[in-house]
C-alpha cells in the first residue's frame, strides 16, 4: 500500500524510528523490540525506518525492520535512502530488495553530509534521488522539507524553488524536519502554496528528551529555538524526568495547535522512546 493514500482520511499520524545498529547488545535488542510493540500497539498509519545519521550506512538493518513490521504488525513501513550513500547501481539493487520484500513507500534524502563534506555517492541532491526512484520503479517517494528554511539554501525563495524541483520530480508527500514554532510552519505552508506545491504535508514533530541532543540537532538543521522553549530547557537542564514531561507538554502543545489548523498530518520524531510517544498519542487521541 502506498501511504499517500492514508490522507484520504485527514489527519495522519505516523512514527519515525531509529533500527539497532548492528553491533547491539541482546539487552538493546530487547529494549527496542519492545518499544517497537509499544509503538505498535498505537496503530499510527505507518512507521518510517532511518537508514543512518551522519552518512552512515545500514541499508540491511533498514531493509530487514520494514520486512519485519509489515509481516509482524501488518503496518506499513518506509525505508529512508540518502543519496549520499548510493551509486546508480546500488540504489537500483536496493530498491529490488524493497520490492521483493513488498516495502512501497521510501523517504528520499539527500543524506547528512560527512564530516569531511566529500559526497561519494551518485546523488548530489534529492531531487537526484527521486528521479532515479520513478525510473526504476512504481513505489510512493516521500521528501524531506524544511519550515526554518534548509540550512545550505542562500533564503526561503530558494529553498522553496529546490523543493518544487523535488516535488516536480516525482514526490507524492512531504514530511518536514522538526520545528518549535508552529508560526514557521504556517509561513512556510504559504509559500508552498505560491509555488503551486499541493501534496500532503505532514509537519514533523520531535519531543525534547535532552537539551544537548535537542540543540545539536537544531544547530545542524538551522531549526529556531523560540525563547519559550530555551527558557523551558534552561529550568529543566539539571532534571531529566522534568525535562521529559516538560518536553512532553510543549509538544502536546504544538500537535493541538497543529491539528486544530487543519494540518494534514504528524509524523513523530519518537528516539525509540515509547513512554513519551504513548503519552503524546493519549493526549491527542480525541483529535485524530
Given at each position: 500500500m502506498k501511504v499517500v493514500d492514508c490522507f484520504e482520511e485527514r489527519p495522519?499520524?505516523?512514527?519515525?524510528?531509529?533500527?539497532?545498529?548492528?553491533?547491539?547488545?541482546?539487552?538493546?535488542?530487547?529494549?527496542?523490540?519492545?518499544?517497537?510493540?509499544?509503538?505498535?500497539?498505537l496503530q499510527p498509519a505507518y512507521i518510517s525506518v532511518t537508514y543512518g545519521a551522519g552518512g552512515g550506512d545500514n541499508k540491511s538493518g533498514t531493509l530487514d525492520l520494514c520486512r519485519y513490521i509489515k509481516e509482524k504488525y501488518d503496518i506499513e513501513a518506509v525505508a529512508h535512502i540518502p543519496g549520499i550513500n548510493f551509486t546508480h547501481e546500488s540504489v537500483k539493487q536496493y530498491l529490488d530488495q524493497l520490492q521483493a520484500a513488498h516495502v512501497d513507500n521510501i523517504l528520499a534524502l539527500r543524506g547528512d553530509l560527512p564530516k569531511d563534506g566529500v559526497i561519494k555517492g551518485d546523488f548530489k541532491y534529492a531531487s537526484?534521488?527521486?528521479?532515479?526512484?520513478?525510473?526504476?520503479?512504481?513505489?510512493?517517494?516521500?521528501?524531506?522539507?524544511?519550515p526554518d528554511v534548509h540550512p545550505e539554501a542562500k533564503d526561503s525563495l530558494?529553498?522553496?524553488?529546490?523543493?518544487?524541483?523535488?516535488?516536480?520530480?516525482?514526490?507524492?508527500?512531504?514530511?518536514?524536519?522538526?520545528?518549535?514554532?508552529?508560526?514557521?510552519?504556517?509561513?512556510?505552508?504559504?509559500?508552498?502554496?505560491?509555488?503551486?506545491?499541493?501534496?500532503?504535508?505532514?509537519?514533523?514533530?520531535?519531543p525534547v528528551i535532552n537539551e544537548r541532543q535537542i540543540k545539536r540537532?537544531?544547530?545542524?538543521?538551522?531549526?529556531?529555538?523560540?525563547?519559550?522553549?530555551?527558557?523551558?530547557?534552561a529550568h529543566y537542564q539539571d532534571n531529566p524526568v522534568a525535562m521529559r514531561d516538560a518536553g512532553t507538554a510543549y509538544a502536546v502543545d504544538q500537535i493541538?495547535?497543529?491539528?486544530?489548523?487543519?494540518?494534514?498530518?504528524?509524523?513523530?520524531?519518537?528516539m525509540d522512546n515509547p513512554v513519551v510517544t504513548q503519552r503524546i498519542c493519549s493526549a491527542i487521541e480525541t483529535l485524530i
Open positions: 495522519v499520524l505516523s512514527f519515525e524510528i531509529f533500527p539497532p545498529r548492528a553491533n547491539a547488545s541482546e539487552k538493546a535488542l530487547d529494549r527496542f523490540y519492545n518499544c517497537l510493540e509499544t509503538l505498535a500497539k537526484d534521488l527521486v528521479t532515479e526512484i520513478k525510473q526504476l520503479g512504481d513505489f510512493n517517494i516521500i521528501g524531506a522539507c524544511y530558494t529553498d522553496i524553488q529546490n523543493l518544487k524541483i523535488k516535488v516536480d520530480a516525482g514526490v507524492s508527500q512531504l514530511i518536514t524536519q522538526l520545528f518549535f514554532e508552529n508560526e514557521h510552519f504556517y509561513q512556510f505552508l504559504d509559500r508552498c502554496d505560491l509555488a503551486n506545491i499541493k501534496i500532503p504535508i505532514q509537519a514533523g514533530i520531535m540537532m537544531a544547530t545542524m538543521n538551522g531549526v529556531g529555538l523560540p525563547q519559550k522553549f530555551l527558557k523551558m530547557m493541538v495547535d497543529l491539528l486544530s489548523e487543519g494540518v494534514d498530518g504528524v509524523h513523530l520524531y519518537t
